[in-house]
Every structure is written in structure tokens, then in C-alpha cells.
């Protein structure tokens, strides 16, 4: 079965940029997104079809995808943005999410 | 505003069924395709089934492949998932989410389901 793989952990000053990877065997010929995670609350689409960003979402949240890796950036990364990170792609008429990247802050 | 509201979890016994609910409000829920989703507690998220807007395309995870069934009533803006043999692994939070402009556009707050004896 396909596999999606990333960091767990990632950390990252305030202000500066946060990349977390996630890894599949040809992923950049599928389309990738990404979700955000708070403790306690339901996950929230951050990016999708690798690069769009859906309304409401802040313009420091950034996707690429090309090769067998995915990447979320974050620019200009703030306290707020402290959450876990999942990325999902379509495999067959499977619906894959990575194992998740905690994302700190500090 | 878009809004997914689950219902239907709770504790139940190994090997028993039980029948989640997603009610959809603020678009159009006959025109859009639904998935379910589940997280399991501490861990990551797992993909389970999808429908389509019109209910004739249906996809499930291998892990449960003939035990869970989606289905949806357009005529009251509701996403089901029946479940049988439950066992204690799947145990989790079930979402509903809504595939609008990207797939997993909104998720609903998420419906509890414990399984054990």
C-alpha cells in the first residue's frame, strides 16, 4: 500500500521559516495537501492541489510538490502556527495521510 | 457557513454495529462528495470511505472493506456510516468532511466511538 512519510518532529524560531517534508514514491505526480492540527480541535486545510491555498488562510502558508517530496513552508512562522501538520494524497482510489509532523514553535 | 455536525458515537462492545450521522448546512450537500475520516486517540489521521455527490461512487480503506458502509440521503443533507463487527481498534474520533474546491475542505467537530468490553 502507499505510504506517506514525514518528520515527526519539526521545530522553528518565531519569525523565521518552517519546511516540513513529506515523502511518497512519485508524490509529485499526485496532487498533495496539507492540514493543520490543533490540540482539541478538528484538523483545517491549509493547502491543496500542492500549491493553492483555500480562502481564510494566511498567505505565509506555502506548498510545493516535485519528485518524491511534498513540502509545507511557513513564513514568518508565529506562535499560532504551533500544531500538527498532515499531508494527503490520492493513491488509486485511496485516500492516504502521512503519519503527522508536530510543528514547535519556540 | 459551511457546517458538518456528527452524531451517533459512543461505547459500545466488540463485535457489535453502530450507525454514525454528518448533518451538512450552509452548501449545497447533494452536489458534493463526503468523506469520512478517523483519529484514533494520540494518533494520526485515517482515511475511511468517500461517496460522491449522488451516492454511486464509494470508496473505503482496506481496514474496513466490507464492515463499514456510506452512505448518504441528499433529500435531508445527511452522511452515514454504518459499522459492524466493530472491534477495539477502531476505536477513534470519526469526522465527516465535505470535498468542495480541494478534498477534505471543512471537517465537522468529530463523533467519538469507543469499543471495548
Known amino acids: 500500500s502507499y505510504e506517506l512519510t514525514q518528520p515527526p518532529s519539526v521545530s522553528v524560531s518565531p519569525g523565521q521559516t518552517a519546511s516540513i517534508t513529506c515523502s511518497g514514491h512519485?508524490?509529485?505526480?499526485?496532487?498533495a495537501s496539507w492540514f493543520q492540527q490543533k490540540p482539541g480541535q478538528s484538523p483545517v486545510l491549509v493547502i491543496y492541489?500542492?500549491?493553492k491555498r483555500p480562502s481564510g488562510i494566511p498567505e505565509r502558508f506555502s506548498g510545493s510538490n516535485s519528485g518524491n517530496t511534498a513540502t509545507l513552508t511557513i513564513s514568518g512562522t508565529q506562535a499560532m502556527d504551533e500544531a500538527d501538520y498532515y499531508c494527503?494524497?490520492?493513491?488509486?482510489?485511496?485516500?492516504?495521510f502521512g503519519g503527522g509532523t508536530k510543528l514547535t514553535v519556540l | 457557513q459551511v457546517q458538518l455536525v456528527e452524531s451517533g458515537g459512543g461505547v459500545v462492545q466488540p463485535g457489535t454495529s453502530l450507525r454514525l450521522s454528518c448533518v451538512a448546512s450552509?452548501?449545497?450537500?447533494?452536489?458534493?462528495?463526503m468523506h469520512w475520516v478517523r483519529q484514533a486517540p494520540g494518533k494520526g489521521l485515517q482515511w475511511e470511505a468517500f461517496?460522491?455527490?449522488?451516492?454511486?461512487?464509494?470508496y473505503y480503506a482496506d481496514s474496513v472493506k466490507g464492515r463499514f458502509t456510506i452512505s448518504r440521503d441528499n433529500s435531508k443533507n445527511t452522511l452515514f456510516l454504518q459499522m459492524h463487527s466493530l472491534r477495539p481498534e477502531d476505536t477513534a474520533v470519526y469526522y465527516c468532511?465535505?470535498?468542495?474546491?480541494?478534498?477534505?475542505?471543512?471537517w465537522g467537530q468529530g463523533t467519538l466511538v469507543t469499543v471495548s468490553s
Open positions: 461517496i460522491s455527490y449522488d451516492g454511486n461512487n464509494k
Open positions: 494527503q494524497a490520492w493513491d488509486s482510489s485511496t485516500a492516504v
Open positions: 468532511a465535505v470535498r468542495l474546491t480541494g478534498d477534505f475542505d471543512y
Open positions: 512519485k508524490l509529485g505526480d499526485k496532487d
Open positions: 450552509g452548501f449545497t450537500f447533494r452536489s458534493y462528495g
Open positions: 492541489q500542492d500549491n
